[in-house]
């Protein structure tokens, strides 16, 4: 028994989404049609404002960086659930496994901190217009942008560094459908107190930090609004908050659902689901929520459509 006990696992099995083999092939083709929008929108997006001169401003920079998050985030997770969806064993090796955990953290903890950035955008234009290109400089904007990319560095990297001290023994089936931090602590024949520790800890920054940032910034932007006299200028205020506050009560909402609890083997089939929110179905939504609602997104891409078009007939009479 000493001798199991002691052996490391060389890979894990993922449980996946379901174990009913009549849902596979549907949910198959389901997420792969997610995944696909998905990097479409994104990609579409970070194309349409690097091409687009009038949208070279701090705002959709910032929205340039959620979209490459985002894309990102959902090609960490995506493309090996698709996998595993069509083949009998679901094995993942441990390198693999640590490198998914890795990447999938650092873009989830930078897309905690990008909406915060974003809504701090949209307080500075509101509520103080006239100061909003000295105080959101690009200096400033590349700044927060290079700080969003930093926490989640560092987030991904203390976790994964006390994740690799963990012995995993016990069995190698994680009962979820990536490799997510407590599902793999759950197979642990070693201590786990430290990492439980770090992951509440940060967790709770990273969620709430962010999070009071956001509150505080809207609870400024809603007084700014209320000051606006026309009717027609709150609208157009609210107009550009209201995408942004759908956007961080999906993706909030279901982190904290996931993070903020004590870890127990009846929270994980409960986590599937809001994990698939802000793993899959949040990276999705997030180019129409922003983009379709957004007036100078629509116009820029109508000039570059008419701008491809004006350059494709031009090549034709060369």
């Known amino acids: 028994m000493e001798e199991v006990n002691n052996t490391a696992v060389a890979e894990f099995i993922l449980s996946g989404l379901t174990e009913n083999p009549n849902l596979q092939l549907p949910l198959f083709?389901?997420?792969?049609?997610?995944?696909?929008?998905?990097?479409v929108g994104n990609m579409g997006m970070i194309i349409l404002i690097?091409?687009?001169?009038?949208?070279?401003?701090?705002?959709?920079?910032?929205?340039s960086s959620l979209s490459f998050i985002d894309c990102c985030q959902s090609t960490v997770i995506t493309p090996k659930m698709l996998v595993n969806f069509v083949t009998e064993k679901n094995a993942i090796p441990y390198p693999e496994c640590i490198a998914q955990f890795y990447?999938?953290?650092?873009?989830?903890?930078?897309e905690c901190h990008m909406l915060a950035a974003m809504a701090y955008d949209r307080y500075v234009a509101i509520a103080n217009?006239?100061?909003?290109?000295v105080t959101m400089s690009?200096?400033?904007?590349?700044?927060?942008i290079a700080g969003v990319y930093g926490m989640g560095l560092v987030s991904a990297t203390a976790h994964t560094v006390f994740l690799l001290r963990v012995l995993f023994c016990k069995t190698n089936i994680i009962r979820h459908y990536f490799c997510d931090l407590f599902p793999l602590l759950e197979l642990s024949c070693s201590s786990t107190f430290i990492n439980e520790v770090l992951a509440w800890s940060l967790g709770s920054f990273n969620i709430l930090i962010p999070a009071v940032t956001?509150?505080?910034?809207?609870?400024?932007?809603?007084?700014?609004?209320?000051?606006?006299?026309?009717?027609g200028g709150r609208l157009k205020a609210f107009s550009t908050c209201s995408s942004h506050i759908l956007a961080v009560a999906l993706f909030y909402g279901s982190t904290a659902f996931m993070y903020l609890q004590p870890s127990s083997v009846s929270s994980l089939g409960q986590s599937k689901l809001s994990s698939v929110f802000y793993t899959i179905v949040v990276p999705m939504?997030?180019?129409?929520?922003?983009?379709?609602?957004?007036?100078?997104?629509?116009?820029?891409?109508?000039?570059?459509?008419?701008?491809v078009s004006f350059q494709s007939t031009k090549s034709e009479f060369h």
């Open 29 to 39: 083709f389901i997420f792969l049609g997610v995944y696909l929008v998905t990097v």
């Open 50 to 63: 690097l091409f687009s001169s009038q949208l070279h401003t701090p705002m959709y920079y910032l929205l």
């Open 103 to 110: 990447f999938f953290c650092a873009f989830a903890v930078a």
């Open 129 to 133: 217009p006239l100061l909003y290109n």
């Open 138 to 144: 690009y200096q400033v904007c590349l700044w927060m």
């Open 214 to 231: 956001i509150l505080s910034s809207y609870i400024f932007i809603i007084v700014s609004i209320l000051h606006i006299h026309s009717t």
């Open 285 to 307: 939504l997030n180019p129409m929520i922003y983009s379709l609602r957004n007036k100078d997104v629509k116009i820029a891409l109508k000039k570059l459509i008419q701008k």
